[in-house]
């Protein structure tokens, strides 16, 4: 009846996970009422969970992952105490129980942490730049951001009922097969990605329809903002390598589930063949993640300068460049695993070729600045503590690249401190630097810059306190993923790295903080003329937030930094705005499909972890009957009135004819 | 979204939107991509099993019909020419197959090197 489920997945012999899990029931629980009680259901239902605006759904992302980044920060803070204490002893979480902890780490904060956060951004922000109404598959889009979720719910769910992998974040076999993993942490670990792969999949198909296909009056290729182009590169990325990351877990699953070979040791499997499927994946997928942080820098370099980014076309050669040597480069993944001199070389050599476009990107930031009148607003100095943050990453990055210094650094900590310079530095920066910059324009008021710049401070020291130490660690020779150790010289490393933790976690505080304090002073924050930063790219070109319809009328674009050129025409000749004719306008309806669907999904995916088989096909059955009633339905589109279009529109450039009159006047 | 009102910037379009033609000469269009590849299928099944032609020949003129296969779907079916309309496709489509002859590609070269250089435990008995 219930497949494998019985009493014994719920661990009620380990304290941590059980309490740890019961506090996040309690408080989902105590949401879930209090929002029932206070009659909320209603509007979150009809407003956010049935919403087909990208706007909300790049929310609703953005939401999803801080939730997240908070449950992967946790299992970090765990395993940097656990390496600070483990010193010639257990240390205070057991073996299999520090394995699922680095395991979910990994999968958590790439899958759930850094992709919704950037995806989240990209449907956010893309459709306001380009100058549109909305992404161009608005229901699509809905339904992937639920079935993203469901990944994330299923990961989760493995806290208390199950295990999760013991593999490392990228499940290799043989380990990951049946017979060294008999256990369901690795069917949590491979459905929730295949579940969860399906909405990142549908979001790159999305966006990328939305860049190539709509874009407004005179929008050429050459003229889109930096961040458009980078969501392009990154979104045909992920079209071409998540496939292979689905083909591949798919082998893995038959493998366990069906008795297959394709990775065993056995009857002719090739584990080999995993690891090179999993990195042509796996590479251009750290590109998928840093590609669109470039476009968040691009755009807040050039705001805070008050310059145009330099060297426009370069920096779109560059974008363009990483997007296609990408795919070259995913054997140094692995040059310790055999291959000759000959492949390693080659591939050594296009892994260091990668960083001459990427190099071009940081001289340009650089020349944008210079000149500038700088602003040292909190997305800046997330901006400029990333370039100082990256350059490190992208040395050592270099310095991996080279086949012999890799045989001495494979799975070293060297590595782990090198990719998380990488990534914190580049993706988790830029993420940050997007939210601060971006959120007045999705809710309509700043966020509080002291407590802003005292995350980042923290982030920031915080981030190289951790993660230098651990660069030593790797060259005094400690490997990756120790539960526990005898080496004496690792040990300050060690400490240190779990003090520098400490001051993270007070930067994470602080963004929290920054939050609450904002809300609660949102009056005063208020940004009623939708370009707080003096912006240049069409995005500020509306209300903030901006009307479910984003623009009464497509904007005209003549040129690159659409928006600056509209307000340098506008104070030049005085505002003598013809007053337009507003016409109706449809938009797309909402539409629960993309939540019943991830809500079958969801069962489906529980229930294929247990093997209960007639729930499989209860969820399966479900799922395809939301599709069918979804592609049946009459009317899609609801019209809003050229009178309503008019009286939104029309307070919205009362204030912003005030703006410009007012610089005009300084 | 289907916003009359919005004009691409460009002048491309999506595969099955720039039928501009009548509905005889849509279907006229699928009728000779159908008898293509139903005759491109007929003639590798025919190539396959005879002798009429030097053996060794059989596999290159099956490659050579698939590869005519692709060729007919591609323009038949996905209306995927090289009209000016259709850059972005054209594009997507060479895109598409970069990636794939890279990890392909790629993945034969690495695995021959990897099966070469690590062969399993009982390949390497037999060696010594």
Known sequence: MLGKLDWSAIP??????????????????????????????????????????????????????????????????????QQAVAY??????????????????GTIMIFF????????????????????????????????????????????????????????????????????????????????????????????????????KLRTRGMNYLRMPMFCWTTLA????????????????????????????????????????????????????????????FGIFSEVVSTFSGKALFGYRSMVLATMAICVVSFMVWLHHF???????????????????????????IYNWLFTMYGGRIRFATPMLWSVGFMVTFIIGGLT????????????????????????????????FGAFAGFEYWFPKAFGFRLDERWGKAAFWFTFTGFWITFMPLYIAGMLGMTRRLQHYDVAAWRPWMIVAAFGMAVLTIGVICQIMQLVVSIRNREA??????????????EWATSSPPPVFNFAFHPDVRGEDAYWDMKARARQQSFEHDVPEYQDIEMPRNSPTGFVCAFFASIMGFALIWHIWWMVILGGIGAFATFVVFAWRDHDEYVIPAEEVARIDRVNLEERRSLVSMAGAV | MSDQTHIPAGHDLAPGEEEQHSVGERILGYVVGLVLALLLTATSFFIAGTDLVWQPSIPVALIVLAIAQMGVHLVFFLHITTGPDNTNNVLALAFGLLVVFLVVGGTVWIMSHLNGNMPPMDQIMMRQ
Request: glycine letters at 10%; hydrophobic letters at 55%.
């Open chain 1, 12 to 81: 009620f012999d380990q304290p941590i996970p059980l309490v740890a899990g019961a506090v996040v029931l309690v408080a989902i629980l105590a949401v879930l009422i209090w929002v029932v009680v206070k009659g909320h259901l209603p509007y979150l239902w009809h407003e956010w969970i049935t919403s087909v605006d990208h706007k909300r759904i790049g929310v609703m992302y953005i939401l999803l992952a801080s939730v997240m980044l908070l449950r992967g920060g946790s299992d970090a803070i765990m395993m940097r105490i």
């Open chain 1, 88 to 105: 010639q002893s257990q240390g205070y979480l057991p073996p299999e129980h520090y394995n699922q902890i680095f395991s979910a780490h």
């Open chain 1, 113 to 212: 942490v850094a992709m919704p956060f950037v995806i989240g951004l990209m449907n956010l922000v893309v459709p306001l730049q380009l100058g549109v109404r909305d992404v161009a598959f608005p229901t699509l889009n809905s339904v992937g951001f639920w079935l993203t979720a469901t990944g994330a719910l299923l990961v989760n769910i493995s806290l208390v009922v199950g295990e999760f992998a013991r593999t490392g974040w990228l499940a290799f076999p043989p380990l990951s097969g049946l017979s060294y993993s008999p256990g369901v942490g690795v069917d949590y670990y491979a459905w929730s990605l295949q579940i969860s792969g399906v909405g990142t999949l549908v979001a790159g198909i999305n966006l990328v329809t939305t860049v190539l």
């Open chain 1, 234 to 293: 990154s979104n045909l990325l992920i079209v071409s390598a998540f496939p292979i990351l689905t083909a591949t877990l798919a082998m893995l699953l038959l493998d366990r589930y069906l008795g297959f070979h394709f990775f065993t040791n056995e009857a002719g499997g090739n584990v080999m063949m995993f690891m090179n499927l999993i990195w042509a994946w796996g590479h251009p997928e750290v590109y998928i993640l840093v590609l669109p942080a």
């Open chain 1, 335 to 361: 040059f310790t695993m055999g291959a000759g001199p000959d492949v390693n070389a080659i591939f050594g050599i296009a892994s260091m070729i990668i960083a001459i476009p990427t190099g071009v990107k």
């Open chain 1, 397 to 428: 990055g270099v310095l991996v690249a080279v086949p012999p210094a890799d045989f001495m650094l494979h799975n070293s900590m060297f590595l782990v401190a090198h990719f998380h310079n990488v990534i914190i530095g580049g993706v988790l």
């Open chain 1, 525 to 538: 924050l208020r940004d009623r003329t939708g370009d707080p930063w003096d912006g240049r790219s069409l």
